[in-house]
C-alpha cells in the first residue's frame, strides 16, 4: 500500500473508515474536481484519472451525497478507454453546504473534508457584516473551523485598515483574522500557519476579493485564472469550477467560484455558534421564547442600549430568520410547519447551551 502518497492528500483519518469496507479490490481516491458529471480524481497509482459515479450510487443517493471535491472515494478501473468508477463515497468529516432557493433535494455541498475554510474579504471594499455572519454561520455548521483574511491591504491605510478589522471581528466573536496582500506578500507568515502537510483549507468569498491569487501564490505559478475586478471592484467570475490543489510545502487548498447567492441550511448549530455573543445574552432574557424585538426584560437589547452590542448584530439575526423561513415557506405547507418546530427548538437549544457551553459565556 502506498499510504504516504495517499497521506500527502490528507488520507490518515479514513484510512480507518477504507478498510473496514474490505474490499482489497478498490482503490481510494480523491476527488479533485468536478467536469459535468466526471470527476478528476487522485490514486495512490494515478495522478489524475477522470471517473464517475456506479449506476447503484446515482440512483440510490441525494444529490448531496454524490461525490464532490474533497471527498474520498472508493474506485475500480474502467475497462480499456472508459472512466473509473465510484463505488463509495466515505463518511465525510464536514461538508459545506450550499442551499437552493426553497429545494432541499437541490441543496450542493461546495466542498467536502476541509479542515479550515479561510473566508477572504477586501480590505478596500466595505466587507458586510451581513454577508460575513452568513458565511460564517455556513462554515460553522460544515463542522469545519473558521479564519477570515482580509486581502488588499496594500490598498488602504492604517486606519481604514483598523477600522475595517474592528469592524469585523465584531461580527466574528473567536475567529481569527488575518490581514494579508497578495500582491506584496505581506501577512504570508501568518497564513502559512494554516498550510500544514495533510490538511485541507478552501478559500471561500465573494468574487474578486483575490483567492485565486492567494492560489497562485503558494502554488508559485499561475495555475488559477485571476481578472481584474471592474470599475466598482467586483469580481468578474473568473474562477469557474472547485478544484483541489495540493501545494508544494504538502497543505491542500481548494480553490472555489466566488459565489453570488450563499444560503443556509441547517442552521440549529451554525446560527447559535455565529450569534455566540446573542445566544449568551438570551439566556437572561426575562421570557423563555423571546425574540429580542422590545420584549420587556430583554437582555439584548438592554446590551444594545448599554452599547455593549452593535444593534447590527440582533438585526442581522432577525434579517437572517425571515430569510429561512420564507425558504422554508417556499418549499411547502408541511415543511414550514416542520420548520416552525425547527425554530422552536433552536430557540430553546440557544438557551440550553448558553447556560452549559462556557464557550458562549462571556
Ligand atoms: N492590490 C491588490 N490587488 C489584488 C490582491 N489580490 C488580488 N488582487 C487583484 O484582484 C483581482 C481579482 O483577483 P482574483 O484572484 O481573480 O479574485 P477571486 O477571489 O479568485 O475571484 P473569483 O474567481 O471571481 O471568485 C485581480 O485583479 C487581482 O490581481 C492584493 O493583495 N492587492
Ligand atoms: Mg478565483
Ligand atoms: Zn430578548
Known amino acids: 500500500m502506498e499510504h504516504s502518497i495517499l497521506d500527502s492528500w490528507g488520507f490518515a483519518p479514513f484510512s480507518l473508515a477504507f478498510s473496514s469496507l474490505a474490499r482489497p479490490d478498490l482503490m481510494p481516491a480523491r476527488v479533485l474536481s468536478a467536469l459535468g458529471p466526471r470527476l478528476e480524481v487522485v490514486a495512490a497509482a494515478h495522478p489524475s484519472l477522470f471517473a464517475q459515479p456506479s449506476g447503484r450510487l446515482r440512483h440510490t443517493m441525494a444529490p448531496h451525497q454524490l461525490p464532490t471535491v ?43 473534508n476541509v479542515d479550515t475554510f479561510l473566508l477572504v474579504t477586501s480590505a478596500n471594499r466595505d466587507a458586510s457584516p451581513r454577508r460575513v455572519e452568513r458565511y ?13 483574511v482580509v486581502n488588499k491591504i496594500d490598498l488602504v491605510d492604517g486606519s481604514a485598515l483598523a477600522a475595517a478589522l474592528a469592524e469585523l471581528a465584531a461580527v466574528a466573536p473567536g475567529v481569527p483574522i488575518v490581514p494579508v496582500s497578495a500582491h506584496s506578500g505581506a501577512g504570508s507568515a501568518e497564513l502559512a500557519a494554516y498550510l500544514r502537510p495533510g490538511h485541507t483549507i478552501a478559500l471561500i468569498g465573494s468574487s474578486g476579493v483575490g483567492k485565486s491569487t492567494l492560489v497562485n501564490r503558494w502554488l508559485g ?53 455565529a450569534f455566540a455573543d446573542i445566544a449568551a445574552l438570551a439566556a437572561r432574557c426575562r421570557f423563555r421564547d423571546c425574540q429580542h424585538r422590545g420584549e420587556p426584560g430583554c437582555a439584548v437589547d438592554a446590551a444594545i442600549d448599554a452599547g455593549e452590542i452593535d444593534p447590527g448584530r440582533r438585526d442581522g439575526l432577525h434579517k437572517l430568520e425571515r430569510e429561512l423561513a420564507a425558504a422554508e415557506r417556499r418549499r411547502d405547507p408541511a415543511l414550514a410547519r416542520e420548520a416552525r418546530e425547527r425554530w422552536k427548538a433552536l430557540h430553546k437549544g440557544i438557551r440550553a447551551r448558553s447556560k452549559i457551553d462556557p464557550k458562549l459565556r462571556r
Open 221 to 273: 505559478r499561475d495555475h488559477q485564472t485571476v481578472l481584474p475586478t471592474d470599475d466598482n471592484d467586483r469580481g468578474r467570475h473568473a474562477t469557474t469550477r472547485r478544484e483541489l490543489f495540493a501545494l508544494p510545502g504538502g497543505g491542500l487548498v481548494i480553490d472555489t467560484p466566488g459565489m453570488r447567492i450563499f444560503g443556509l441550511l441547517d442552521t440549529d448549530t451554525g446560527l447559535a455558534e
Open 136 to 148: 460564517l454561520t455556513a462554515v460553522w455548521d460544515s463542522g469545519a473551523a473558521p479564519v477570515i
Open 70 to 112: 474533497g471527498d474520498w472515494v472508493t474506485l475500480s478501473p474502467g475497462d480499456a478507454g472508459a472512466a473509473a468508477v465510484i463505488h463509495h463515497v466515505l463518511p465525510r468529516r464536514t461538508q459545506l453546504l450550499r442551499r437552493a432557493a426553497g429545494r432541499r433535494d437541490q441543496d450542493q455541498v461546495v466542498a467536502a
